[in-house]
């Protein structure tokens, strides 16, 4: 069973910048989509950004479009979420998920997740 681990979260103020890193047990995790999403306090779990196992598509929520990358490095089982021009709206917990398949959107529709990182934007 993939066992996912995040980290890189942080206080960070608005405009700035955040890389979260998301490290897989096995190998796996390669022939897998990756997605990160986020849950703010007192909201629903949202999709942030998506991955296909080998990297060549993304997917992104428009409202962290051209601000935050989704990238992976299969060689090391890890994937990563680049975020920058951060905005207060971006406070979240945020969770790296995987399954086996295409990249979706619904929480419900993957099989692993991480524990969160937490990511607090002042203003």
């Known amino acids: 069973q993939v066992q996912l681990v995040e980290s890189g979260g942080g206080l960070v103020q608005a405009g700035g910048s955040l890389r979260l890193s998301c490290a897989a047990s096995e190998r796996t995790f390669n022939n897998y989509p990756m997605a990160w999403f986020r849950q703010a306090p007192g909201k629903e779990r949202e999709f942030v950004a998506g991955?296909?196992?080998?990297?060549?598509?993304?997917y992104y929520a428009d409202s962290v479009k051209g601000r935050f990358t989704i990238s992976r490095d299969n060689a090391k089982t890890m994937a990563y979420l680049q975020m920058n021009n951060l905005k207060p709206e971006d406070t979240a917990v945020y969770y790296c998920?995987?399954?086996?398949?295409?990249?979706?959107?619904?929480?419900?529709?993957?099989?692993?997740w991480g524990q969160g990182t937490h990511v607090t934007v002042s203003s």
């Open positions: 991955i296909s196992w080998t990297g060549s598509s993304t």
């Open positions: 998920a995987s399954r086996p398949g295409l990249v979706r959107r619904i929480p419900g529709d993957y099989n692993y």
